[in-house]
């Protein structure tokens, strides 16, 4: 069945594929006179192997990986060949250009020897010069240029020219170090240029004037020779200066590093390190160094001025950096500019408030602004004394020690001063602070309170520039002895000088005014404040507490009325006498009798600062006063101000030493003064005695 159908439908399509082709030849048209198409055997001769190549059409083929490796390949190894070409070209050009060097270096060491054969020395240095330069390799030229230097320089020697023939031997020594006869006829031309070879001052001030010339090679000499003789920090720093200047920063900042190693608080080299540091741009670092430059030399411009200028790149940078603020203020404070440092403070405390560093900074600059005016004192009292204005020189030291009691430059200049004045004791009291305050440094003061002791007290001259400086072996002076002190040509009384150990004793009976004094309710003082060194300033420090003073002395933090802890509470307003005027210990002038009522007014309202400004104003225009030195100490004495007072007691004694109640007022201050620096235990049992007492 299924075949029959299959035959019946392939027939089928037989007929209908017979019909379309009818139908298509009847359609088509004949083209008349058309080649017919090429045929397969037209196409290719297979008979000698040729074959019809088409066109090649436009849309080329897309290279594959093995196509970029293979052009990866052929540029590098090109690439590599024009290397070798010019790296062998190099070659062969440097060789030429050496052989050529060589050639013209030898041709002028030729024609140098021949010219210093002949005895012309100038043209001999010049081509010896040029020989060096063209081959500086070459040891043998090098040698013949010191030779020719050392030649000349015997010729300018003979001619007495020492200035041209030192500089010649020195010329000759940088050619060739080991040029023995360079070094040995130096020697003799120092000598007789009237300096010693073998001090290393000579030489290192030798290389200075070189340095100021700009002739850095010799000046490397003279440093070598110092260093030779004496290994010390300043020759050090100098050999990295010279390092410094020929652009040589390793070997410069190793030198500064070695001087540090020396001596640890020469600030130049700290200077140096931080200038090598910022030419490294390593900033954080040249602060550093620049700071520690500043603390040590204050008056070192150089070093203050590139800490601001540091500073002042960070804070424009980063002006909302509170830490830029603190640091620019730090540097501002360092190099005096205290105005400058006040606004940076005031900017970080916009920024942030509660900074932890504020409080600190701001109190230090106010100590540093203390200490500025303090200096100015002491500067002053120099210059006073060195001019033989002795009582002058003792008020503006006076000023300095009031500011700062625990600063022994003060304290020793202070002792020489009451010492010209004939205040022996005053003097030995002084000298006295200043050892137990500094000993190292302080052995002259020492030695002084030793002359004293031997009778030789009250000297002419000032020696307050020596403190700094250690006594001779056979000089120091020896332990002290409780032995009487010789009594002063203005008729004082001897003093015993009792062992530091020892509590000191109050005096007799105090001046009137002092009794009057202690009869008042609840006077006050203040005990004088302990610093120690700042970061953020070159001198003062941050105040210690201090143990309270006897007599129920308050201290400058406690409110008035407010006593401490071992202290008697004062009795009630309404049970306190009103005090009486103080009376006044002798005949004055009026002047003085109206400044010291108008005191005595405020007194009586226990108003003693406001009696103090009122002295003050009359000892600015009557520094000799005696009498208002001692009130205005009596008055410093009830408002707490302890230091100050014993420096007021210690000038009216000098400008009256035969007052007996001027010495025994000043004597009864520092015992009290001693007795606040002393711990809290035995302050307070001296307070219970000082009560029981009155």
Request: glycine content about 6%; proline content about 5%.
């Amino acid at each position: 069945m299924k075949s029959g159908f299959s035959i019946i439908l392939t027939s089928f399509l037989f007929t209908l594929v017979g019909i379309s082709g009818l139908a298509s030849e009847a359609q088509a048209t004949k083209l008349p006179n058309t080649k017919p198409l090429p045929s397969e055997r037209e196409l290719k001769d297979f008979d000698n192997g040729q074959e019809f190549v088409p066109a090649v059409t436009r849309y080329q083929r897309r290279p594959d990986y093995r196509d970029e490796e293979r052009i990866s390949k052929e540029r590098a190894e090109e690439a590599q060949r024009q290397a070798q070409e010019n790296q062998a070209k190099a070659r062969d050009m440097q060789s030429q250009s050496y052989k050529k060097a060589q050639q013209t270096a030898l041709e002028h060491n030729n024609r140098g020897v021949m010219a210093g054969r002949a005895g012309r020395w100038v043209e001999a240095i010049s081509a010896h010069e040029s020989a060096c330069q063209a081959d500086p390799s070459n040891k043998q030229y090098r040698i013949n240029l010191s030779a020719a230097r050392t030649a000349y320089g015997q010729e300018r020697l003979n001619a007495k020219d020492h200035d041209a023939a030192s500089g010649l031997f020195r010329k000759a020594l940088s050619a060739a170090p080991d040029n023995a006869l360079a070094s040995k006829l130096l020697a003799e031309t120092m000598k007789k240029q009237g300096r010693d070879p073998s001090a290393p001052e000579d030489r290192l001030f030798a290389g200075d004037q070189l340095v100021a010339a700009g002739d850095f090679e010799s000046a490397m000499i003279e440093y070598q020779a110092a260093l030779q003789l004496d290994p010390s920090a300043r020759t050090c720093a100098k050999m990295g200066d010279v390092a410094m200047h020929y652009n040589q920063l390793p070997t410069a900042e190793s030198w500064y590093k070695q001087a540090l190693s020396k001596d640890a608080n020469y600030g130049s080299a700290y200077r140096q390190l931080g200038l090598l540091q910022m030419a490294r741009r390593d900033f954080t670092g040249a602060a550093a160094s620049l700071r520690k430059a500043v603390i040590i030399d204050a008056k070192d411009q150089i070093a203050g001025q590139n800490l601001v200028d540091i500073w002042r790149r960070q804070v424009a940078a980063n002006p909302l950096s509170a830490e830029n603020h603190l640091g620019l203020a730090g540097a501002l404070q360092l190099t005096g500019d205290f105005n400058g440092a006040e606004g940076e403070y005031n900017k970080l405390q916009a920024l942030d408030a509660n900074h932890p560093s504020l409080a600190g900074g701001k109190q230090s600059l106010q100590r540093a602004r203390q200490h500025a005016m303090a200096e100015k004192h002491k500067l002053a009292a120099e210059t006073l004394f060195n001019q033989g204005l002795r009582r002058e020189a003792l008020a503006e030291i006076s000023q300095a020690v009031m500011m700062e009691s625990r600063n022994s430059r003060y304290q020793f200049l202070l002792g020489e001063c009451l010492e010209a004045n004939g205040d022996l004791r005053g003097a030995h009291q002084a000298y006295l602070t200043a050892v137990l305050i500094d000993p190292e440094n302080n052995k002259e003061a020492a030695y002084r309170m030793k002359e004293m002791q031997r009778g030789n007290g009250q000297h002419n001259g000032p020696t307050h520039t020596m403190q700094q400086q250690s006594m001779p072996v056979a000089q120091a002076p020896a332990p002290m002895q409780q032995a009487p002190m010789q009594q002063a040509p203005m008729q004082q009384a001897p003093v015993q000088q009792a062992p530091m150990q020892q509590q000191a004793q109050d005096p007799g009976q105090p001046s009137p005014v002092m009794q009057q004094l202690m009869q008042q309710p609840n006077p006050v003082a203040q005990a004088a404040p302990q610093f120690q060194k700042n970061m953020f300033e070159g001198g003062g420090g941050i105040q210690s507490n201090v143990g309270h003073s006897t007599m129920r002395f308050s201290t400058h933090d406690e409110t008035p009325g407010q006593a401490p802890q071992q202290q008697t509470a004062p009795a009630p307003v309404a049970q306190q006498a009103a005090p009486a005027p103080i009376a006044m210990t002798e005949p004055v002038d009026p002047a003085t009798a109206d400044t010291i009522a108008r005191a005595g007014e405020l007194e009586t309202r226990r108003n003693y600062e406001g009696a103090a400004a009122v002295l003050r104003e009359a000892l600015s225009k009557n520094l000799q006063n005696a009498e208002l030195h001692h009130r205005l100490a009596v008055d410093l004495l009830a408002a707490g101000q302890v230091s100050q007072a014993i420096a007021e007691f210690r000038i009216a004694s000098a400008l009256k030493p035969a007052n007996r109640d001027y010495a025994g007022d000043l004597a009864r201050a520092m015992a009290i003064h001693k007795r606040s620096l002393q711990p809290e235990q035995q302050v307070g049992a001296a307070s219970g005695k000082e009560v029981a007492a009155k």
